[in-house]
C-alpha cells in the first residue's frame, strides 16, 4: 500500500445542455492521502459535489469525464470494469449526502438498511452488522444506541438521521468517504455534535475523507488542506492554517470576507403602535401532542424578526399558524389590531393575500413543469385579478425587482436556474400578491454564502423600497445579525427570550440563548475541539432534539 489514497490528475469535467456538452470541470488535480480531509469549497456552480462524485469514478446524469485519470489505490476508476467498481462503493469508498431524510427510503427501518452493504459486500452476517451498527451508533453519539436503528426514518430528528448516515457509510470500514453537505439544514447546536461525532469516527478509523461545504467555518473544523473552486477552475490549494491565515487569491479573500453585510439598527418601535402582525398567548398541537405553549410576540411594519432556536423548537410551526395552515387550540393571530380567522379556509382572499411565504427549498417549492413567467403569474391573477398585457407587464415589473432580465428569464424552467436564482423567483412569487407581511423559513440555509449575502441584501431593499414586515426563520445566528431589526429565540415550542437585536447579543443572555450563540463555528481551527473541551465531550450530546 502506498501512502497516497486519490491521485486526480488534469480532470476534465462536461455537462450536456442544449444539445451541447460544456466543460464543468477544468483540468483539476488532487492528491489524497490516507487519514487525511480534504475540503473542497466555492459558491454554487463551482463544481464541487461533481469533483466529489468524480473521486468515486461516477458522474451524475448528462454529465461525463472528457479528459484525465482517477485513481483510488492505484486502480483507475475510469477504466475499471463494472464489476471491480461495484465491488469498491460501498465497501472501500462510501458517500454521505446532504440531505440524509431524502436519502434514506422511508418504508425500511435505519438498522435494516445499515446491514445492507456489510451482508451484501460479505464483511459481516446480519447479526455481526446489527451489533457492529449499535457499537458505531454509540461511538456518534445517538441516544438509545441499541434501539434508535429499530425506528424508521422519520421517528429521529435530523441530526440523528444524519449521524445514522454516517454510521452506514463506516459500516464497512471505507478508505474514502466523501462528506457532500452533511450538516448545511442542520442547526448549530445539533451541527456540532454531527460535526464532532464525524471528526471521531474518521479520526479512529483513518479514514480519508473528501469534505464538501460552503460554510467556511465549518471546513476549518474538519479539513488537513483545503481545496478552492471557482466555476471549474481550482483557484488554489494550501493546508488548513495557511488557506485560513494567508490565502493568496482575490476570490479566496473575497469569500473570507463574505459577512460583511448587517443592516444599520432601527429606532425602536413606537409605543402604542398596532403590529402588523401579533401572536397573543398561542397554543398548538400535532394530534394530542402539544407543541407550542403559550408562544406571543409582535411583528411591525418595515421591520424584521428573526425567530431562532434548535430543530423541533416550534419556529415553524408558529408559522404554520400565522398563515392558517395549522389552526391554534387557543390564543389568537391579529394581522393590523384585526383577530383573524384561526383557519386559512376560513379567511377573505385580502386576508390570505396580506400574508405571504417564501420557502426553503426552492428546488422542491417551484413547479418543474411550468415556466418562471407562469409560477409568478399565478398568484398575480388570484389576488389582483390581471390579465393579458397587465399579467405580463406586472410580472416582468416583479422579475425586475428581484434583479432578473424578464426576456432573458420568463420562458425558463427552474431546472435552468441556479439555487440563487431559484430562490428569487421564490421571492417574486410570494411579492406578486402585494402583501404586507413575508415569512421567510430558512431561505439562505441552502445556499452558499456569496448566493446568501446577495438574497439577503435583496430582502433587505425591497422591505426598505415596500415598507415589508418580515419573520425571519433560521438557524443561523449570522443571518439574524445581518438583517433582523428584533429577536425571539424558542425552545421547545416556548419564547424563551425575545428584544431588540443589540440587547439579544450583549450578555446576559438566557442560558439557552448562550448556547445557541457559543456553538456558531468560528474560523478557527481549534474551535471546535476548544468548545468540545469547554462543554466537556460527554455533555455535547444534551441539548439534541428529537430524543425518544
Known amino acids: 500500500m502506498t501512502d497516497t489514497l486519490v491521485e486526480i490528475r488534469n480532470l476534465w469535467l462536461e455537462g450536456r445542455s442544449d444539445e451541447q456538452w460544456n466543460p464543468i470541470i477544468n483540468g483539476v488535480d488532487l492528491t489524497l492521502k490516507r487519514g487525511e480531509v480534504m475540503g473542497l469549497i466555492g459558491e454554487s456552480g463551482a463544481g464541487k459535489s461533481t469533483l466529489g462524485l468524480a473521486a468515486m469514478g461516477f458522474c451524475r446524469d448528462g454529465v461525463r469525464i472528457s479528459n484525465g485519470s482517477v485513481k483510488f489505490d492505484g486502480i483507475d476508476l475510469l477504466t475499471a470494469s463494472a464489476a471491480t467498481k461495484r465491488g469498491l462503493l460501498g465497501k472501500r469508498i462510501a458517500y454521505v449526502a446532504q440531505s440524509a431524510a431524502a436519502s434514506f427510503n422511508p418504508a425500511h427501518k435505519i438498522i435494516d438498511q445499515h446491514v445492507e452493504g456489510p451482508t451484501q459486500h460479505n464483511v459481516m452476517s446480519r447479526a455481526e452488522s446489527e451489533a457492529d451498527g449499535m457499537a458505531l451508533y454509540e461511538k456518534l453519539r445517538l441516544p438509545d444506541p441499541e434501539k434508535i436503528g429499530f425506528r424508521y426514518p422519520h421517528q429521529v430528528s435530523g441530526g440523528q438521521l444524519q449521524r445514522a448516515m454516517t454510521a452506514m457509510a463506516m459500516a464497512c470500514r471505507p478508505d474514502l468517504i466523501i462528506f457532500d453537505e452533511p450538516t448545511t439544514a442542520l442547526d448549530v447546536t445539533t451541527q456540532i455534535e454531527v460535526l464532532a461525532s464525524i471528526r471521531d469516527i474518521v479520526k479512529d478509523f483513518d479514514t480519508a475523507a473528501i469534505y464538501i461545504t460552503h460554510d467556511l467555518a465549518v471546513v476549518a473544523q474538519m479539513a488537513d488542506q483545503i481545496k478552492v473552486l471557482l466555476k471549474g477552475d481550482e483557484v488554489e490549494t494550501a493546508d488548513t492554517r495557511t488557506m485560513l491565515s494567508a490565502p493568496t487569491q482575490d476570490y479566496t479573500k473575497s469569500l473570507w470576507a463574505v459577512r460583511s453585510f448587517e443592516r444599520p439598527l432601527k429606532a425602536p418601535v413606537v409605543a402604542g403602535s398596532v403590529p402588523v402582525v401579533s401572536v397573543q398567548n398561542v397554543d398548538a398541537a400535532y394530534g394530542k401532542a402539544k407543541v407550542l405553549h403559550d408562544v406571543s410576540f409582535d411583528m411591525h411594519q418595515g421591520r424584521t424578526v428573526a425567530v431562532?432556536?434548535?430543530?423541533?423548537?416550534?419556529?415553524?410551526?408558529?408559522?404554520?399558524?400565522?398563515?392558517?395552515?395549522?389552526?391554534?387550540?387557543?390564543?389568537?393571530?391579529?394581522?393590523?389590531?384585526?383577530?383573524?380567522?384561526?383557519?386559512?379556509?376560513?379567511?377573505?382572499?385580502?386576508?390570505?393575500?396580506?400574508?405571504?411565504?417564501?420557502?426553503?427549498?426552492?428546488?422542491?417549492?417551484?413547479?418543474?413543469?411550468?415556466?418562471?413567467?407562469?409560477?409568478?403569474?399565478?398568484?398575480?391573477?388570484?389576488?389582483?385579478?390581471?390579465?393579458?398585457?397587465?399579467?405580463?407587464?406586472?410580472?416582468?415589473?416583479?422579475?425586475?425587482?428581484?434583479?432578473?432580465?424578464?426576456?432573458?428569464?420568463?420562458?425558463?424552467?427552474p431546472s435552468e436556474l441556479s439555487g440563487g436564482q431559484k430562490q428569487r423567483i421564490g421571492i417574486a412569487r410570494a411579492l406578486a400578491a402585494e402583501p404586507k407581511f413575508i415569512i421567510c423559513d430558512e431561505v439562505t440555509s441552502a445556499?452558499?454564502?456569496?448566493?446568501?449575502?446577495?438574497?439577503?441584501?435583496?430582502?433587505?431593499?425591497?422591505?426598505?423600497?415596500?415598507?415589508?414586515?418580515?419573520?425571519?426563520?433560521?438557524?443561523?445566528?449570522?443571518?439574524?445579525?445581518?438583517?433582523?431589526?428584533?429577536?425571539?429565540?424558542?425552545?421547545?415550542?416556548?419564547?424563551?427570550?425575545?428584544?431588540?437585536k443589540a440587547e439579544m447579543f450583549q450578555p446576559p443572555h438566557h442560558p439557552y440563548t448562550d448556547l445557541l450563540l457559543s456553538s456558531v463555528p468560528e474560523m478557527d481551527p481549534d474551535w471546535l475541539t476548544n468548545l468540545l473541551d469547554q462543554r466537556g465531550v460527554d455533555n455535547i450530546g444534551d441539548s439534541a432534539v428529537g430524543k425518544m
Open 447 to 500: 445556499l452558499d454564502q456569496l448566493v446568501a449575502e446577495g438574497i439577503l441584501r435583496l430582502l433587505a431593499k425591497l422591505q426598505d423600497d415596500l415598507k415589508l414586515s418580515y419573520m425571519f426563520i433560521t438557524h443561523d445566528l449570522a443571518t439574524v445579525r445581518a438583517i433582523a431589526d428584533e429577536v425571539v429565540v424558542m425552545k421547545d415550542g416556548r419564547v424563551v427570550e425575545a428584544g431588540p
Open 308 to 413: 431562532v432556536g434548535e430543530s423541533g423548537s416550534g419556529k415553524s410551526t408558529t408559522a404554520r399558524c400565522i398563515t392558517g395552515l395549522l389552526p391554534p387550540t387557543s390564543g389568537q393571530i391579529s394581522f393590523g389590531g384585526e383577530v383573524m380567522p384561526a383557519d386559512y379556509r376560513k379567511r377573505s382572499k385580502d386576508q390570505l393575500r396580506q400574508v405571504q411565504m417564501i420557502y426553503q427549498m426552492a428546488d422542491t417549492a417551484l413547479n418543474p413543469r411550468m415556466s418562471i413567467g407562469q409560477i409568478i403569474a399565478r398568484p398575480v391573477e388570484f389576488y389582483l385579478g390581471l390579465k393579458g398585457r397587465e399579467k405580463r407587464a406586472k410580472v416582468d415589473a416583479l422579475l425586475e425587482q428581484i434583479e432578473l432580465e424578464p426576456s432573458q428569464y420568463y420562458n425558463r424552467l
